[in-house]
């Protein structure tokens, strides 16, 4: 059996050719999972399209289904009847570790246990549904279904135009709705949030997008303490408040790895007394701890029988058959491009990925979903579409969601919970996130500017051209922290050189490198999926295109390096446009700031920090300027020839440059003053103060004044750049310390050593 593909997108299909539909694939596989750094997985732009009849006949299924789980998981942990009976495998279910008898009795808030259940299926050979594999401890999904409707939607808008189909977003609103109803306490709006701990970048955007679609900050273990039997948030600084406490946690993290305490150590570390805060019933779990019991095989055998007990129905979707090789087990086939490569549509066999969520009046099934191939050929992933009905209007939605009230959701605008909450995690990721945004930036610049420079000053005769050049590939080196670097090469040395600039530029592994610094901010804006504006996406992949370029021998590095900078700037001001001016946007101004901070006392005593020969200090100066972009500001100003001292004048005390000293300091005082405190942090404020005050009294005359007579020897500038460093390090590690770091801890199993 196969899906058909309906009048109206296959004619789609035809006018976009064999050429259009291989473009769609690669447009979509390069905008989907655009943020994850691992190759994107290979989608078809080929829908899997479900009739209305088929459909009606499959969510019917579904929805029963998962009105079995919930009761099968109430009576597990609740009075555990069905074990007594002979229906229920009872052998199997009590030796399944997934089994937590510690999560028994623990209260459900809802009509319904179960917040979400994923299921696999497919159509056999003779046209009933079958369910391959139920997914109700960790249910997820819902991110790539709608990252990949999305994708589709823009590499092919005539075939997604050409079909009136369910659209996936008044699904999600009547989910966040729900939930947000659910995780009310005692008249008053409550706090959800999304628990989330993968390593795989597929399942961590798409739990990210989850928690986008659900309107819930993403949290991590360590950003969650109990006490009391409540579960509450570790916010930014050292304080607690009383006002932070969760109503509902919705895990996407197994269960066995929750609670070191009653579930057992964990690698993880878990949340200590987390099920002790459930059973208590200040917070619900969804899914409930120890869901993953649903899973089990033997009780997926035993659904029929179980459905008929517990639902007096029977079980309108089968389970599959143990041996795959039966013929009637066989999934049916959609269009699908040819993997091999050729221009005609194949049949390739496919399973479909579905979503079931509890809503407001029972389960609901996502209208769409994730296919994905199951033949010999790699795996490929396909949209699911759902047809809307020959009588619905072509641009009404059937799944048209309103709130309890009937006012098409107003109650969902007014007493909502306290959001964003900000986590110290979530603060973290968005304080690196402007420290590594600005080191990008910063050391594409710097190469760029050394890299012009060094065309130019490999070309010119004589001593001061040499020196210049020492100076500035030396800066580099000191710079960007990537020791011993042009340290310890002939500077002189034009292929040497080349290369080192090449290993800056591209070598992942070494620490300050430019690609080591942009796979640190796109690791943390990964993090940062449900709070940043989706046009940060399509930046960070072209600056990912330009890194892995710049490894190239035929690329010109110049360009590269340009086209890297213009990237900062796109994702500086999309992220300007986008986020608002709360604690969050303080702290990635903070990193920011620091960065700069650090980088231009850095770069200062690295090319100033020596006195030269005029002719040298000139170049050298041009080329602080270049990378400074003062060179506007400093021709308005001052209407002279570019000279060390003005420079420095400039650079350090001129408020309105925004890469001077003076405006940095100005920014971070502003910023630490809107920190919210219960009480002033003077760790915050001595660096801050010292710095101001060691600056402040600076003259640039004096600070390029050279120990002694020596050619080449340091000024006072070494000594004083030094230590304002220094400051500057121990204003960031005070601000870590109070806003990112936990005032205690556990060992990795969760419990100490005593």
């Known amino acids: ?39 994107s997985p290979a989608l078809d732009p080929v829908p899997v399209v479900l009739g209305p009849e088929e459909w009606e006949e499959l969510s019917a299924g579904l929805v029963q289904r998962a009105r079995l789980l919930d009761a099968l998981h109430a009576d597990l942990y609740g009075p555990r009847t069905v074990l007594g009976s002979d229906v229920a495998p009872a052998a199997a279910l009590l030796a399944d570790p997934a089994y937590l008898r510690t999560a028994t009795s623990i209260p459900s808030r809802g009509g319904t246990h179960l917040l979400a259940l994923g299921c696999t299926v497919q159509r056999a050979a003779d046209g009933g549904w079958q369910v391959l594999a139920d997914h109700a401890d960790v249910p997820d999904g819902a991110g790539v279904a709608l990252e990949l409707r999305r994708a589709l939607s823009r590499s092919a808008p005539e075939l997604y135009s050409s079909t009136a189909l369910r659209r996936l977003h008044p699904f999600m609103d009547g989910m966040r709705s729900a939930l947000h109803q659910r995780s009310r306490a005692d008249g008053r709006a409550g706090r959800a949030v999304v628990l989330t701990d993968s390593t795989d970048p597929l399942r961590a955007f798409d739990h990210h997008w989850i928690a986008n679609l659900l309107g819930a900050p993403v949290v991590s273990v360590t950003d969650l303490r109990t006490g009391s039997g409540s579960l509450s948030l570790r916010l930014p600084g050292a304080d607690p408040d009383p006002g932070d406490g969760i109503d509902a946690l919705v895990r996407l993290v197994p269960s066995a790895l929750l609670d070191p305490l009653d579930l057992g150590p964990t690698l993880l570390g878990g949340v200590t007394g987390l099920v002790e805060a459930a059973r208590c019933g200040d917070v619900e779990v969804l899914n409930p701890l120890g869901a993953g019991i649903l899973e089990n ?209 591209h070598d992942t592994g070494r620490p300050g490198s430019l690609a080591q610094s942009f796979a640190a901010l796109a690791h943390t804006t990964r993090g940062l999926r449900d709070l940043v504006s989706d046009s940060v996406w399509p930046s960070i992949s072209r600056m990912r295109g330009r890194i892995r370029a710049l490894g190239e021998a035929d690329e010109p590095l110049e360009q590269g390096l340009t086209d890297m900078v213009d990237g900062c700037l796109a994702l500086s001001g999309a992220v300007a446009d986008s986020m608002p001016r709360d604690l969050g946007w303080d702290l990635t101004e903070t990193g920011r700031r620091i960065e700069r901070t650090s980088t231009l006392l850095a770069l200062l005593k690295a090319a100033l920090g020596g006195r030269r020969s005029a002719a040298a200090e000139a170049r050298v100066t041009a080329a602080v300027v270049a990378i400074t972009e003062s060179g506007a500001t400093y021709r308005r100003t001052y209407h002279a020839a570019v000279q060390p001292e003005l420079l420095l004048e400039l650079l350090i005390g001129d408020a309105t440059l925004p890469r001077s000293l003076a405006f940095q300091l100005d920014r971070l005082g502003a910023v630490l003053d809107r920190i919210p405190e219960r009480t002033p942090a003077v760790e915050l404020r001595a660096p801050l103060t010292a710095l101001r005050g060691r600056v402040g009294a600076w003259q640039p005359r004096e600070l390029l004044t050279p ?48």
Request: glycine share 8%; aromatic share 6%.
């Open 1 to 39: 059996m196969t899906f058909a593909i309906p009048t109206a997108p296959a004619r789609a299909l035809d006018a976009l050719g064999p050429a259009g539909r291989r473009r769609a694939a690669a447009a979509a596989s390069s905008l989907f999972a655009s943020d994850v750094s691992v190759p």
């Open 297 to 505: 095989p033997a009780l997926a055998r035993a659904l029929p029988d179980l459905c008929r007990q517990l639902l007096h129905e029977d079980l309108l979707l089968r389970p599959a058959e143990a041996d795959p090789a039966d013929p009637a087990e066989t999934p049916s086939t959609a269009p699908s491009l040819d993997p091999a490569g050729g221009d005609a549509l194949v049949e390739r066999p496919v399973r479909l990925q579905l979503l079931v969520m509890a809503g407001s009046d029972g389960f609901e099934v996502m209208p769409g979903g994730i296919a994905r191939t199951a033949d010999s050929s790699p795996e490929t992933l396909k949209d699911v579409w759902v047809a809307v009905p020959p009588s619905s209007s072509a641009g009404a939605d059937p799944l048209d969601v309103t709130d309890a009230t009937g006012a098409g959701g107003a109650d969902a605008v007014t007493g909502l919970s306290p959001y964003p909450a900000m986590t110290r995690s979530v603060g973290s990721d968005l304080f690196w996130f402007g420290r590594y945004l600005e080191r990008v930036d910063s050391t594409a610049r710097l190469l760029r500017t050394v890299l012009d420079s060094t065309n130019d000053l490999s070309a010119e005769p004589g001593r001061a051209p040499r020196t210049a050049l020492a100076v500035l590939l030396e800066a580099t080196t000191d710079v960007t922290t990537t020791f011993p670097g042009f340290h310890s090469i002939d500077v002189h040395d034009t292929g040497a050189v080349r290369d080192e600039i090449r290993s800056l530029l």
């Open 707 to 754: 120990r002694d007579e020596e050619p080449g020897s340091p000024t006072g500038l070494v000594a004083e750049a030094s230590a304002a460093m220094e400051s500057v390090r121990e204003l960031s590690t005070a601000l870590e310390n109070r806003f990112f770091r936990a005032s205690e801890s556990t060992s990795p199993w969760g419990f100490d050593d005593v």
